[in-house]
């Protein structure tokens, strides 16, 4: 799922499905994931997949960050600090657990730090992401899009619904 939502946030296809279906033809370029910085925050079972499956797109480059690092990462692979993945990464992952440390760990001042094409994904817990400053942001136009698979609040029926640049699962 993770992988899916890089690969559609980075071609737009979402959004030529969308127009498709209107029968409106439009281009999307979109941008190849071999040319990215991927940051994966959390490197246990999911994150180390993640992270694996990154590998066979060559020229992907990926920024860990996890409070253990004595997992040794491939080659294409080292361990930052959030400020850096924030700072530097294309797409940012969340693979963490829901605990009291991480609950808002994605808050407005780090989604802040992103870079302005840069997508945010959640596919871990609800309530690890605030969900109101990511809708903020994406409105603003402070970064380029999310994929949101969980939610503080299941059912979701929150501001993302009304957000194009916003992939909900």
């Known amino acids: 799922l993770t992988i899916s939502h890089i690969l559609t946030l ?27 910085i991927v940051g994966v925050i959390g490197y246990g079972r999911i994150g180390s997949r993640i992270v694996r499956l990154l590998s066979a797109f060559a020229g992907c480059q990926v920024l860990v960050h996890d409070l253990d690092e004595s997992a040794v990462l491939p080659d294409h692979a080292r361990y930052a600090t959030l400020e850096e993945i924030f700072r530097e990464a294309d797409i940012v992952t969340v ?15 780090k989604i802040a730090q ?13 309530g690890i992401v605030d969900e109101e400053a990511l809708a903020k942001s994406l409105r603003l136009g402070e970064i ?24 909900l699962s």
Do not use: S
């Not at 299941?154 to 640049?165: A, F, H, N, S, V």
């Open 10 to 36: 980075l071609r737009g296809t979402h959004f030529a499905d969308r127009n498709m279906h209107r029968r409106q033809w439009e281009r999307f370029q979109g941008r190849r994931l071999a040319r990215t």
């Open 95 to 109: 693979h963490v657990p829901l605990t009291p440390q991480t609950l808002g760990l994605i808050n407005a001042e």
């Open 114 to 126: 992103m870079k302005p094409d840069a997508f945010l994904l959640n596919t871990a817990r609800g």
């Open 144 to 167: 380029a899009g999310a994929a949101i698979d969980v939610f503080t609040q299941e059912p979701y029926d929150g501001p993302l619904c009304d957000i194009d640049p916003c992939l």
